[in-house]
């Protein structure tokens, strides 16, 4: 990939047979390597920005079928939790990575009866919810309206409550409903750092 990205990227993006092989063949380091790679391109010739970001969205959704139909493989659990990791700060991936129907998914490998899979799958969410947090704080933060000086100067500022983000407005919680528990969860998980969870 890196000798002739100009020949390579065109034809994996093109095709979305090879990006779903991809994705089922986590279980090895250097794919999942190379996965994150593609994911973290911005432009491909000859590739137009939305078929770019339809293609990462089906490489996404692959990971997540594989991560939900695994059976028993802690290192490709552990390496499709590494590559979610990886490309949360991804800020052309936010609307995938916190869509109602891929939450969905995640948390049915949440639930599963395989104890390394479920704790994979909370570890992936434990990253997007600390991706939705700070994303809904940058829009919090960029919407604060201006003060002029006077304004300011009698504004007392409570540090706490001017950082704190709310997730019970957001689509995701919603959907989920509060009689699921979910949004307790998801409230406490956002408050976890991911690496000090291990497999």
């Known amino acids: 990939m890196s000798s002739k990205p ?11 047979n090879v990006l779903k092989a991809f994705a089922t063949h986590a279980y090895n380091r250097s794919i999942t390597e190379n996965i994150v790679a593609l994911l973290q391109i911005k432009k491909v010739a ?9 293609a990462k969205r089906v490489l996404l959704k692959q990971l997540l079928q594989t991560l939900v139909d695994g059976h028993s493989n802690e290192e490709m659990y552990l390496n499709i939790y590494q590559i979610f990791n990886d490309i949360a ?20 490998a949440c639930l599963d009866k395989d104890q ?3 704790v994979a799958a909370s570890r ?22 201006f003060m002029d000086q006077e304004e300011e100067d009698n504004v007392v500022i409570d540090e706490d409550a001017q ?12 959907i989920l409903g509060k009689e699921s528990g979910i949004p307790a969860l998801l409230a406490s ?11």
């Open 163 to 174: 950082n704190e983000v709310s997730l019970e407005d957001h689509d995701i919680v919603k």
């Open 6 to 16: 100009e020949d390579f990227l065109p034809f994996v993006f093109e095709r979305i």
């Open 89 to 108: 700060s991804n800020k052309q991936l936010y609307d995938i990575l916190s869509s109602e129907e891929f939450f969905a998914d995640l948390f049915k």
């Open 189 to 199: 998980m956002a408050t976890v750092e991911a690496e000090t969870i291990t497999l």
């Open 124 to 145: 992936i969410a434990s990253v997007l919810i600390r991706m939705l947090k700070g994303h809904l704080g940058e829009k919090k933060e960029a919407s604060s309206p």
């Open 46 to 54: 000859e590739i137009p920005d939305d078929a770019l970001l339809d």
């Open 116 to 118: 390394n899979k479920s």
